[in-house]
T-cell receptor, first 111, second 114 residues
Framework: KNQVEQSPQSLIILEGKNCTLQ??????????LRWYKQDTGRGPVSLTI?????NTKSNGRYTATLDADTKQSSLHITASQLSDSASYIC??????????FGKGTKLSVKP | DAGITQSPRHKVTETGTPVTLRCHQT?????MYWYRQDPGHGLRLIHY???????DKGEVSDGYSVSRSKTEDFLLTLESATSSQTSVYFC?????????????FGPGTRLLVL
């Protein structure tokens, strides 16, 4: 069954600290993996996209990694800011084009 | 939101009434999608369109219909609303070819069916 599992479900960190969010998937055939950020009351916004051959991709303080062998991805946030408080969604695309969404990790950054 | 607007943004309706949600895009993207988002679930695809008058079902299409008469507009209709259709509905459009496509999401419509 094609699934995307994210952990933790929720996370609280202090402003300025780093954190890492995890994504495990059992999707095939694999095309690419994206991380989206969803602010409360808004639609998801793409942070990164990685294909099978890419191990790491950065977008400012966000760094995503992909291990296609173990089917795991992580999103590392450096020097967190209050504006990082949001849900982070891992999305895996199948080669046929349809997307499999994870349930998201809700991150709260406290001052 | 990549030129995507949704209307209405909030709606309260009664069970059994028809409801139409509108998605409008200004980017001339070929592909458009309707999703619903519920607590404890990832975004789930309702219907999608790959061109004017070309639509297909997603994984949770029962009770919903769609229409696309123009590139820029994609309508989602709940034929007879039920309480289980209380949700947040997101429209998305797609840019790019196979392997690098990114979906851009609208701001969402929050629907409450009483």
């Amino acid at each position: 069954k094609n699934q995307v599992e994210q952990s933790p479900q929720s996370l609280i960190i202090l402003e300025g600290k780093n954190c890492t969010l995890q994504c495990n998937y059992t999707v095939s055939p694999f095309s690419n993996l994206r991380w989206y950020k969803q602010d409360t009351g808004r639609g998801p916004v793409s942070l990164t996209i990685m294909t099978f051959s890419e191990n790491t991709k950065s977008n400012g303080r966000y760094t995503a990694t992909l291990d296609a062998d173990t089917k795991q991805s992580s999103l590392h946030i450096t020097a967190s800011q209050l504006s990082d408080s949001a849900s982070y969604i891992c999305v895996v695309s199948r080669s046929q084009g349809n997307l499999i969404f994870g349930k998201g990790t809700k991150l709260s950054v406290k001052p | 939101d990549a030129g995507i607007t949704q209307s209405p943004r909030h709606k309260v309706t009664e069970t059994g009434t028809p409801v139409t949600l509108r998605c409008h895009q200004t980017e001339n993207h070929r592909y458009m999608y309707w999703y619903r988002q519920d607590p404890g679930h990832g975004l789930r695809l309702i219907h999608y369109s790959y061109g004017v008058k070309d639509t297909d079902k997603g994984e949770v299409s029962d009770g919903y219909s769609v229409s696309r008469s123009k590139t820029e507009d994609f309508l989602l209709t709940l034929e007879s609303a039920t309480s289980s259709q209380t949700s947040v509905y997101f429209c998305a459009t797609r840019l790019g070819g196979q392997g690098q496509e990114t979906q851009y999401f609208g701001p969402g419509t929050r629907l409450l069916v009483l």
